[in-house]
Structure formats: C-alpha cells, structure tokens
Nanobody, 119 residues
Framework: QVQLVQSGGGMVQAGGSLTLTCAAHGRPFSSRDMAWFRQAPGKERELITAISWSSLSTFYKDSVKGRFTISRDTATNTAYLQMSNPKPEDTGVYYC????????????WSQGTQVTVAS
C-alpha cells in the first residue's frame, strides 16, 4: 500500500520562501501524476499545481504562476512544492495527491499541512 507523507509547512513571511515535500512510501511510484491542492479557510479544496509522471507536463493555477514551482524526483518518489514570494492569500492547508496517469481523479492523499503567510 502506498502512502504519501508530507513535510514542511508552518508560518512564513510574505515575500519569503517555503518548500513542501511529499514522499511516497510503498511500491514504485513513477507512473503516477502528482499534484498539490490547497484549502483556504472557508473555501473548498482547489488544485494549484500538478506534474505528470514523466515531469514533461506541468499545470499551475493562475494565482501561483511565476511564484510556485512543482517538481519531482522519481528516484526517491518525492514531490516538492517551492513557494516563492508567498502572499497572505496563499494561507491554507496544503495537500499532495497522486493518481494513475490515465485516471481523472486523484486517489492518494497526504495528511495535509498548514501554511500561514504572515503579512
């Protein structure tokens, strides 16, 4: 059974930087797409960035383009979210997720971690 274990998070000053890490524990993970979701206070969880299993394709929500970077290391089954110049509106609970490349929905989720951006 595969588990996604997330680390990083906490409080960061606006304009600073923060990196979230998501490690997949279990069978080989290279054929799965991965993504980061965010749930802001009082709002629904939303997809903010995703990366294909090959790392050749990425997606970014407009509000994080140019500031956040998703990457993955297939050798260690780890995905990263580098947050540069975070803004207070980036505050929320962040989750990493994974799905088979051919699937529509994400079926594996991390435990989530709070990120608070202080102004």
């Amino acid at each position: 059974q595969v588990q996604l274990v997330q680390s990083g998070g906490g409080m960061v000053q606006a304009g600073g930087s923060l990196t979230l890490t998501c490690a997949a524990h279990g069978r080989p993970f290279s054929s799965r797409d991965m993504a980061w979701f965010r749930q802001a206070p009082g709002k629904e969880r939303e997809l903010i960035t995703a990366i294909s299993w090959s790392s050749l394709s990425t997606f970014y929500k407009d509000s994080v383009k140019g500031r956040f970077t998703i990457s993955r290391d297939t050798a260690t089954n780890t995905a990263y979210l580098q947050m540069s110049n975070p803004k207070p509106e980036d505050t929320g609970v962040y989750y990493c997720a994974a799905k088979p490349h051919s699937a529509r929905d994400y079926d594996l989720w991390s435990q989530g971690t709070q990120v608070t951006v202080a102004s």
